[in-house]
């Protein structure tokens, strides 16, 4: 947005008229929001039906839109700390819905929200247990061996340890704007949780024990700290440029709505993989341990592509790019965009070439 100019020459009544022209697009805009539906905003826009519960854990099935659909399905694994709908969160712009146009099977887990009495779930449960728990569904119901998976952002760590943990059971990996390196000197996340030698800046088990689950309010404020003014304020300041154009509030608030649906955070999980992630840099050294065994990235030997943003400030690029060095596959492929952490999913220029991007890699490693 560009503020309106007031030099000392302009007069006071330039200055009223500029002040009322302000307020009157303010008062378009909130009418034109107004008018904006719940189901405008929902929870993703294609549709999927639930083909499997495992405690507040749900597996959906995207309605496949064509005939034979590319075999193996693909299983999208998201982030804990986001909902998993940015990524079907406006019709063209959904990754979802352009992957089901170009041909996949896509199912997709959802963690749901965790309660009071989930606060002693661990890394262990999430991996070992629901996530394998959906794989092995998929694998009896289907009477396949193998699925495609896809790791978005924390899910691309779950994802990696998953696959290292159960390479059979994968026949490519996908990873997507998902840390691996979490001690690269890039990043203020990575520098308040102790990269470059720092000390950390919370005490995680701490948090827990005070707090037992870690409020999605409270982690939401930590991201918008991470750019206080571009998220905080600037936003909603030019927001005022373009009220008046249903579609682009509509759109503005699917984003508001998706940024401020943060589930709280099992507390042992969470305060594990802090711990385990950050603070010690377990991923890459080979130090994480999930089920009682450890997980080394050499046993990832699958064909594997990696798609990360330039721009990330929440996963610097030089984090995800780190993955190239620590698995044991000779079929590695990276492709990085210029957009920042969100441009990976609401990008309209990388959502025309992200899809096409996984499909043509997925067809060429398919027999």
């Known amino acids: 947005m560009m503020f309106p100019a007031f030099p000392l020459a302009l007069s006071s009544e330039q200055i009223a008229q500029e002040l009322v022209s302000m307020s009157e697009r303010a008062a378009d805009g909130v009418r034109a929001l107004s008018q904006v539906r719940q189901e405008d905003v929902a929870y993703g826009i294609s549709p999927k039906t639930a083909v499997f519960r495992d405690d507040l854990v749900t597996l959906y099935r995207y309605t496949p839109r064509v005939a034979a659909p590319l075999q193996p399905p693909v299983l999208i694994t998201y982030a804990l700390v986001n909902r998993p709908y940015m990524i079907d969160l406006q019709q063209d712009r959904s990754l979802v819905s352009a992957l089901l146009d170009l041909g996949l099977d896509v199912y997709l887990i959802d963690w749901g929200y965790p309660q009071r009495n989930d606060r002693w779930l661990t890394l262990d449960d999430y991996i070992d247990g629901y996530m394998n728990d959906c794989v092995e569904y998929l694998l009896k119901s289907l009477n396949i061996e193998q699925i495609?998976?896809?790791?978005?952002?924390?899910?691309?760590?779950?994802?990696?340890?998953?696959?290292?943990?159960?390479?059979?059971?994968?026949?490519?990996?996908?990873?997507?704007?998902?840390?691996?390196?979490?001690?690269?000197?890039?990043?203020?996340?990575?520098?308040?949780?102790?990269?470059?030698?720092?000390?950390?800046?919370?005490?995680?088990?701490?948090?827990?024990?005070?707090?037992?689950?870690?409020?999605?309010?409270?982690?939401?404020?930590?991201?918008?700290?991470?750019?206080?003014?571009?998220?905080?304020?600037?936003?909603?300041?030019?927001?005022?440029?373009?009220?008046?154009?249903?579609?682009?509030?509509?759109?503005?608030?699917?984003?508001?709505?998706?940024?401020?649906?943060?589930?709280?955070?099992?507390?042992?999980?969470?305060?594990?993989?802090?711990?385990?992630?950050?603070?010690?840099?377990?991923?890459?050294?080979?130090?994480?341990?999930i089920g009682g065994r450890r997980v080394d990235l050499k046993r990832i030997t699958m064909p594997v592509l990696n798609l990360y943003a330039e721009k990330d400030h929440l996963v610097p690029p030089a984090s995800s790019a780190a993955l190239e060095g620590v698995i044991g596959s000779a079929d590695y492929t990276a492709v990085s965009f210029p957009v920042g952490h969100i441009g990976m999913y609401v990008s309209a220029k990388v959502q025309k070439q992200l899809p096409p991007t996984i499909v043509e890699w997925l067809h060429a490693r398919t027999q």
């Not at 998976?149 to 779950?158: D, T, V, Y």
């Not at 373009?242 to 940024?259: C, G, P, Q, V, Y």
Request: overall charge negative.
């Open 148 to 289: 495609n998976l896809i790791g978005i952002c924390q899910g691309g760590a779950f994802s990696l340890c998953y696959a290292a943990l159960h390479p059979e059971r994968i026949a490519n990996l996908i990873t997507m704007v998902a840390p691996v390196d979490f001690h690269v000197p890039d990043g203020l996340l990575n520098l308040w949780m102790g990269a470059s030698g720092g000390v950390p800046t919370i005490d995680p088990e701490q948090m827990v024990d005070a707090l037992g689950n870690i409020p999605g309010d409270v982690m939401n404020f930590g991201f918008l700290m991470l750019k206080p003014f571009e998220l905080g304020l600037q936003k909603y300041l030019s927001l005022l440029d373009t009220l008046d154009d249903a579609s682009h509030s509509t759109n503005f608030l699917r984003m508001e709505k998706w940024i401020f649906d943060s589930p709280d955070q099992a507390g042992a999980a969470w305060a594990q993989f802090v711990r385990r992630f950050y603070i010690e840099n377990g991923l890459v050294r080979g130090q994480i341990e």
